[in-house]
């Protein structure tokens, strides 16, 4: 027996649901539905046993779009939204909302400042979700966020924090050093983890598939968090604008093992991390 694979990061949609203020025309190629009969039979090819289901839209029917979506066998928890700038309402939405499925939450930030970080309605509110057992799932990119997001992990210690897609490495030539710094800043907090995945902004930056440009990138993530605060996702259907499902999986898969993991540090990127931070039930395959 061996524990099975598990794609931290991935979304599910219906074209006609929703708006989707993140996607411009130069993501035609993400215009379409994208539901759980698509992404089923890649998990099976690529030996993925379990996923994360992550909300993509900042409104109150998208908890109800994901609670639906979450009946699918292959998903083993939902990151939410929530209003978290608001408190009040968010403590009322995760009242309505919240399942069994549930194991973080998140609301989208893009570049805009955050001082609502800082405000002691929202740290009460983010202390409830630790008592809860959930994480909060943020993408910091700009060095102002990340100050914020590693002011409340060293205030509230015991909430998890994951960090999504690399928090967005300037793969098109920006400043390079400051994003190390902010990794090494984030990394410096024992309860935020991160995810080896690919953003937006990265995937709409390349003129194609180059796996290959996360290397030096992905090194020093690993070096500064080590392989238990790390976790391997998809983002799928979003990585579709670059290359499909199979080969995106398999290519940051070979990544790790050509960075040098060995067989536990690998397990533990590929699903362990996952497992414990967003408080899955192990995932075993036969062999």
Request: proline content about 5%.
């Amino acid at each position: 027996m061996e524990r099975g694979m598990i794609d931290a990061h991935h979304h599910f949609w219906r074209l006609a649901a929703q708006e989707q203020p993140w996607r411009t025309h130069d993501h035609a190629a993400l215009a379409r539905d994208f539901l759980p009969e698509d992404l089923r039979p890649l998990l099976q090819e690529a030996g993925v046993a379990g996923t994360v289901l992550v909300q993509s839209v900042d409104e109150p029917a998208e908890n109800d779009r994901l609670t639906a979506f979450a009946a699918a066998d292959l998903v083993r928890g939902v990151v939410g939204w929530l209003p978290l700038a608001t408190p009040d309402a968010a403590e009322a939405e995760l009242d309505r909302s919240r399942t069994d499925h549930w194991s973080g939450v998140r609301c989208l930030i893009g570049r805009d400042d955050v001082p609502w970080l800082g405000q002691a309605r929202v740290r009460r509110l983010l202390r409830r979700l630790a008592a809860d057992g959930l994480s909060w799932d943020v993408v910091p990119v700009t060095a102002a966020q990340v100050d914020a997001v590693v002011d409340v992990a060293r205030a509230l210690p015991e909430l998890r924090i994951v960090v999504d897609h690399l928090a967005r490495p300037p793969l098109d030539g920006g400043d390079r050093q400051g994003w190390a710094k902010r990794i090494s800043a984030l990394a410096a907090c024992p309860n935020i983890a991160i995810k080896v995945s690919v953003g937006i902004d990265v995937l709409t930056g390349w003129q194609g598939w180059d796996v290959h440009a996360l290397d030096a990138p992905l090194r020093h993530v690993l070096n500064r968090f080590g392989p238990e605060r790390c976790m391997l996702a998809s983002n799928w259907p979003v990585i579709t604008l670059r290359a499909d499902y199979i080969r995106a999986w398999q290519d940051l898969d070979a990544t790790l093992t050509r960075l040098g993991l060995d067989a536990t540090e690998g397990a533990a990127v590929r699903g362990g991390t996952a497992e414990r931070w967003y408080g899955l039930a192990a995932v075993i395959d036969d062999e």
